[in-house]
């Protein structure tokens, strides 16, 4: 079985109702129903659930997924472009449990202070721009990196 942790940080609480025509209007519910099924399909997947607007839970949560987790899919929100400790927790646990960033928008079609992630240098990969839909194609790229490598 492999576990999956997947981690949102600020303001994606509030998918649904926060600036739509940029993050779309699915919910966090939504997406994680949507990531349930994909995991199911998969088979042999489990997935735990995080979301914080603190930096430091983050941080922690990642921290602690070194022989608890196989795998962490991560939406870091605005902490990607402003977060080292973020970025070094990723990499402190990259050579055991490989990560994969995710954003609903592609960054690199807004503002220039979104253009530069902090973050994807300590993943294996990164989607952006595919709203929801990119969580489950994060989910299914980092299964079949995982299941590849063993």
Known sequence: ????????????????TREPEIYGSE?????????????????????EFFQSNAESDLITRIGETR????????????LTHTSLGVADAI???ADAVPSVEVHLSNTHAREEIR????????????????????????????????????
Do not use: W
Not at 27 to 47: F, H, M, N, Y
Not at 122 to 147: D, E, P, S, T, W
């Open 91 to 93: 990499k402190a646990v």
């Open 67 to 78: 022989g608890n987790f196989d795998g962490i899919i991560i939406n870091p929100a605005a």
């Open 1 to 16: 079985m492999l576990k999956i942790l997947v981690l949102n940080g600020p303001n994606l609480n509030l998918l649904g």
């Open 115 to 150: 253009h530069k992630s902090l973050t994807a240098p300590g993943c294996i990969g990164q989607l952006m721009g595919f709203k929801g839909y990119g969580y489950v194609l994060a989910l299914q790229a980092l299964v079949k990196h995982l299941r590849s490598s063993r």
């Open 27 to 47: 919910t966090l519910q939504s997406i994680e129903s949507d990531l349930r099924a994909c995991a199911e399909a998969l088979g042999g997947v489990e997935i």
